[in-house]
């Protein structure tokens, strides 16, 4: 379940990264392992319950430089199931990011990444599941170039691109040939931003291009293209209160007048400490191509709320909703999703924190008789060393 998390470990005093004043030592590590059972291990109409186990893993290390510093980082995911083994994924990869400061007034940010990915499904007929198996790479790189103009304004650019190239599917036991299913995507990003910070208020105007070519598993590539234009307005008071607004419009453009749509670009999150707690709301519109049941993307509407408290001086508790509305531009038709969770963190020492969640989440989508429900429970362990 795609549900944002205000996770208890933001309320817990020395689990948030380590910055570099307080860090000790330049190279940091952090490892999470926990123990999930699903009554939906499929994620499907058809729900099957199986136990499963979640590690995740990170290495970080960093090299100060003339002109600033660079960060390289190794990561890597790895879930494992007790009896459907064909849901079974794992991921690794390495990122570095440099940054340069060559003067005051200007500041260079460079990122390069790359990452593997193996991930186990299903194809689910009636009461028939077929495990599929899926590799992917992806690389790309990065550049930001911040410029502070006068003492208020400041100018951001942003350029970034990736490679994602998919391989065969394999089916469970050879019951199919193996087959193209997952298309290759290359995307290119541009954006452009004005800042202007007066004391506690921040306002900006953004606009963002964006193309991703679609390619590999069609007859012929596909362009999807994306144009928004925003303007945002952020505040910050001294006794916690926040909010930020970012509205405007976007375009979506694909090949083969597969889509040609314009819809409102909405962002805003308000947070407000109320005796004791931290109430956080967010609500979001737009486009989304990269987590979508559709061929290219979806348009989503999506609204959470979350509340977090502290219980005692190690122990903190967060819960929060969401709902939300998703149009498959091509495949034509909609779903409606809403879900629940609930955490309990309990910093057990100065690096180490036990987490007990609980996540419920529900999908409907009329137009094709279809729906689903899912309830994980977890217990992880996590540690930064």
Known sequence: MRLAVLSPLLLLPGIAMASEADAPSPVSAEISISRHYTDNVLDEPLAVSDWYTLMRGSVAGDIDHGLGETRITLGGELRRHDLFTIENDAAGGIETQTTLRPSEDLELRGTLFLRHIREGDALVIEDLAIGTQTAKTIGGAGAVVGLRLTPALVSTTEVKGFRERARDTFFEDDVLPALRLEPDRDRIFASQALTHTDGPVQRAVRTTAERTTFS?????????????????????????????????????????????????????????????????????????????????????????AQ??????????????????????????????????????????????????RLDYGETRAPDIDFAKDRLDASLAVRTRL
């Open 307 to 356: 509340l977090a408290w502290p219980l005692a001086e190690h122990f903190a508790l967060s819960t929060g909703i969401f709902v939300e509305a998703r149009d498959n531009l091509v495949l034509g038709y909609s779903e409606n999703r809403r879900g629940i969770y609930g955490e309990l963190g309990w910093q057990a020492s100065e690096k180490v924190t036990l987490v007990l």
């Open 216 to 304: 590999g598993s069609f007859a012929e590539a596909i362009n999807l293209d994306r144009l928004q234009l925003r303007g945002e307005i952020g505040w910050r008071s001294e006794n916690g209160y926040a909010f930020a607004l970012a509205a405007g419009g976007e375009w979506l453009r694909a090949s083969f007048d597969l889509i040609d749509i314009v819809r409102p670009s909405i962002e805003a999150t308000a947070i407000a400490p109320i005796a004791g707690l931290e109430l956080r709301g967010t609500l979001r519109t737009g486009f989304e191509s990269d987590d979508t049941d559709d061929l290219l993307a979806s348009w989503v509407r999506r609204a959470e």
